[in-house]
Antibody, heavy 120, light 110 residues
Framework: QVQLQEAGPGLVKPSETLSLTCTVSGGSISTSSHYWTWIRQHPGEGLEWLGYIYYSGTTFYNPSLQSRITMSVDTSKNQFSLRLTSVTAADAAVYYC????????????WGQGIQVTVSS | QSVLTQPPSVSAAPGEKVTISCSGSSSNIGNNHVSWYQQLPGTAPKLLIYDSNKRTSGIPDRFSGSKSGTSATLGITGLQAGDEADYHCGTWDASLRAYVFGTGTKVTVL
């Protein structure tokens, strides 16, 4: 049973870069059918898909965030990462990592989530 | 960016039935399967229904999903206190080239 765990700073200053990692346990990040996904949830709101990355490094980003987002994979650490530049208060949210298994179009499992606050 | 519309809340007494609608368009629900996620208070979302009408392993048959045209529906029968949660629908949107989620629905057991 694959499990995911997000990690990173819970507080980021405006205009700085948000960096999060998701550690994969119980499975390999090099699994060919998996797309490693980031999703966020603003306080009291619905979910927003940020994008996903294949173990080879191929990425698919939400066009609304394309200019600010970068995802990467570290196979040696069995981790994948999210970087979001030039953050504002609008980026404050709970960030989740999850798995999409190709060719399916859903996300399972999910990490427990990490709260990120944007404040000086 | 919630292009899928859900009612903000639904409620019913224990043992009764609720349905949650998820309304979209031809660029999303109209041409793609829908998944549903249950988010219990203070926890991460969990996959409930995939491919519009298939239950994830371990999910009781009190939960059902359906899709017709550009709308999808989640049904919960025999409502229990443990079903109190937020429910989210999701699918791929070909026009936006993004996976999109619904606005979320809070289920309250009276």
């Amino acid at each position: 049973q694959v499990q995911l765990q997000e990690a990173g700073p819970g507080l980021v200053k405006p205009s700085e870069t948000l960096s999060l990692t998701c550690t994969v346990s119980g499975g390999s990040i090099s699994t060919s059918s998996h797309y490693w996904t980031w999703i966020r949830q603003h306080p009291g709101e619905g979910l927003e898909w940020l994008g996903y990355i294949y173990y080879s490094g191929t990425t698919f980003y939400n066009p609304s965030l394309q200019s600010r987002i970068t995802m990467s994979v570290d196979t040696s650490k069995n981790q994948f990462s999210l970087r979001l530049t030039s953050v504002t208060a609008a980026d404050a949210a709970v960030y989740y990592c999850a798995i999409r298994t190709s060719p399916d179009n859903w996300f399972d499992p999910w990490g427990q989530g990490i709260q990120v606050t944007v404040s000086s | 960016q919630s292009v899928l519309t859900q009612p903000p809340s639904v409620s019913a007494a224990p043992g009764e039935k609720v349905t949650i609608s998820c309304s979209g368009s031809s660029s999303n629900i109209g041409n793609n399967h829908v998944s549903w996620y249950q988010q219990l208070p203070g926890t991460a979302p969990k996959l409930l229904i995939y491919d519009s009408n298939k239950r994830t392993s371990g999910i009781p048959d009190r939960f059902s999903g359906s899709k017709s045209g550009t709308s999808a529906t989640l049904g919960i029968t025999g409502l229990q206190a443990g079903d109190e949660a937020d429910y989210h629908c999701g699918t791929w949107d070909a026009s936006l080239r993004a996976y999109v989620f619904g606005t979320g629905t809070k289920v309250t057991v009276l």
